[in-house]
């Protein structure tokens, strides 16, 4: 498998971090306020999509704000 150049690896996480966040707080929410039914894996695939095109762009900018609010609270090796 070819690798992707480093430029890309902000755009990558960005979309790693958020399928993966979005698809365990999706479901966690939509269990909460469906409950398991008949129709919850409609439901939990909405908000799924609804919520990947929301995320994915605030992970990309505010990543880096949210690293440089953290590097002033942690002292770094």
């Given at each position: 498998?070819?690798?992707?150049p480093?430029?890309r690896?902000?755009?990558?996480?960005?979309?790693?971090?958020?399928?993966?966040?979005?698809?365990?707080?999706?479901?966690?929410?939509?269990?909460?306020?469906?409950?398991?039914?008949?129709?919850?894996?409609?439901?939990?695939?909405?908000?799924?999509?609804?919520?990947?095109?929301v995320?994915?762009?605030?992970?990309?900018?505010?990543?880096?704000?949210?690293?440089?609010?953290?590097?002033?609270?942690?002292?770094?090796?």
């Open positions: 498998m070819t690798k992707l480093a430029r690896f902000h755009l990558v996480f960005s979309v790693v971090m958020g399928v993966m966040m979005v698809f365990l707080m999706t479901f966690v929410i939509t269990m909460v306020n469906v409950g398991w039914q008949a129709n919850f894996l409609a439901a939990w695939a909405k908000a799924y999509a609804v919520a990947l095109v995320a994915i762009p605030v992970i990309y900018y505010l990543a880096p704000i949210a690293r440089k609010i953290t590097a002033r609270w942690v002292n770094l090796p």
